[in-house]
């Protein structure tokens, strides 16, 4: 069964401190990888997309990695600030990154205290 | 440049009764979809559009009809809610699939008694 894992479901940590997401997958084939941020009471926005044969991808602060290998992807948050308090989602494509085949995890939840 | 705007924001049912939830956007976007997302589960696909006059089924269709009869708007239709509907509902666009990306509307916070 094709499905997205991610750890830990919530996490505190201080302002400017650093801090890694996981996400574990079992969707094949694969197309791609994206993380997404969702900010409290908004729609998800993509920060990165990792496609087969990418290793590691950089977004100012946020740096995505990616091991098709052992499926398995990080997201790193660098230097937290408290805007990224926010759960972070990842999102594998399937099958060509057909429309349907989308499979999203139920996210880790990030809370960034002064 | 609007984006992906959603209406209504919060709406509150009772059981049978109907409505539509419009989802707008601005961008040209061949592809629209429709999402719930429950406390516990990630995003799980109502339907979707690949352009306009089409529609066709996600992973929970049941419930729900939709209609596309514009590019830019995607409405889904609740005929008769019950309690199992209650959820937050995004709308997302892109302009193609693959490795396109997905653009989410704000959300809609339904609640069915």
């Known amino acids: 069964k094709n499905q997205v894992e991610q750890s830990p479901q919530s996490l505190i940590i201080l302002e400017g401190k650093n801090c890694t997401l996981q996400?574990?997958?079992?969707?094949?084939?694969?197309?791609?990888l994206r993380w997404y941020k969702q900010d409290t009471g908004r729609g998800p926005v993509s920060l990165t997309i990792?496609?087969?044969?990418?290793n590691t991808k950089s977004n100012g602060r946020y740096t995505a990695t990616l091991d098709a290998d052992t499926k398995q992807s990080s997201l790193h948050i660098t230097a937290s600030q408290l805007s990224d308090s926010a759960s972070y989602i990842c999102v594998v494509s399937g099958y060509g990154g057909a429309t349907n085949k989308l499979i999203f995890g139920t996210g880790t939840l990030l809370a960034v205290q002064p | 440049n609007a984006g992906v705007t959603q209406t209504p924001k919060f709406r509150v049912l009772k059981t049978g009764q109907s409505m539509t939830l419009l989802c707008a956007q601005d961008m040209n976007h061949e592809y629209m979809y429709w999402y719930r997302q429950d406390p516990g589960m990630g995003l799980r696909l109502i339907h979707y559009?690949?352009?306009?006059?089409?529609?066709a089924k996600g992973e929970v269709p049941d419930g729900y009809n939709v209609s596309r009869l514009k590019k830019q708007n995607f409405l889904l239709g609740l005929e008769s809610a019950a309690p199992s509907q209650t959820s937050v509902y995004f709308c997302?666009?892109?302009?193609?699939?693959?490795?396109?990306?997905?653009?989410f509307g704000p959300g809609t916070r339904l609640t069915v008694l």
């Open positions: 559009s690949v352009g306009e006059g089409t529609t």
């Open positions: 997302a666009s892109s302009y193609n699939q693959g490795d396109n990306e997905q653009f």
């Open positions: 990792m496609t087969f044969s990418e």
């Open positions: 996400c574990n997958y079992t969707v094949s084939p694969f197309s791609n």
